[in-house]
């Protein structure tokens, strides 16, 4: 019994991280940090 609630739980905590990584309002946020590793290497070449 307690196992079921632990599961349902934790699916509904990742069903929810999904939600809130792939919502439209972090799209910005997220495509700024996937350009920081380029952004370091032109930095670091000049």
């Known amino acids: 019994m307690i ?3 632990v599961t349902a739980v934790l699916l509904a ?3 929810g991280g999904w939600i ?3 919502s ?3 799209k910005h946020e997220f495509d ?3 350009q920081l590793p380029l ?3 032109q930095e670091s070449s000049r």
């Open 32 to 34: 700024e940090a996937a």
């Open 13 to 15: 905590c990742f069903v």
């Open 20 to 22: 809130w990584a792939w």
């Open 3 to 5: 196992s079921g609630i």
């Open 39 to 41: 952004n370091e290497d």
């Open 24 to 26: 439209p309002k972090r």
